[in-house]
């Protein structure tokens, strides 16, 4: 892992970072969120042409028309989210500090919570997800 020692924060590059979530978080939470929305499609497209899809079927459908449109508005409220949470935390430490620590805290964020909160944030959007679909398939009585 390579970085710069700044004031007893790792600076990381954001590749570095990556890698570091993704071993962390492994890719389970976007595969379970990308199975998720897989199954949602199939219900909706085994509905509009009559009859049931397999999964595999849904999921070649999908990859082909509408994988890359979900994946990049998926990553677009990530990374918004993900932004305002190290804004907080940028905000918060330059307070106690009484002075502007600009890319030391962010650095400081990336390392102690960027993991963290990826798999936090993947919770929470398949719960999201999830309670979506069930409120779909419950009918008032």
């Known amino acids: 892992m390579s970085g710069v020692k700044r004031k007893g924060v790792r600076a990381t590059s954001m590749c ?11 890719s389970n939470g976007m595969e379970r969120l990308e199975r998720l929305e897989i199954e949602r499609y199939r219900k909706e497209l085994g509905k509009q042409i009559g009859r049931d899809l397999s999964f595999e079927e ?4 999908w990859n082909a028309n509408c994988a890359a449109e979900w994946r990049a508005s998926w990553m677009r409220d990530f990374l ?8 907080k935390h940028k905000w918060i430490e330059s307070e106690k500090a009484q002075r502007d ?17 990826r ?15 069930q409120s779909k398939t419950t009918t008032p009585q």
């Open 119 to 133: 798999i936090a944030y993947e919770r929470e959007q398949e719960k999201r997800l999830r309670e979506h679909d």
């Open 16 to 26: 570095t970072t990556e890698e570091k979530v993704e071993s962390s978080a492994g």
């Open 80 to 87: 918004a989210k993900q932004r305002e949470e190290i804004l």
């Open 58 to 61: 849904a999921k070649t459908l």
């Open 101 to 117: 620590l600009g890319a030391e805290a962010v650095f400081d964020w990336i390392n102690r919570y960027a993991a963290a909160w």
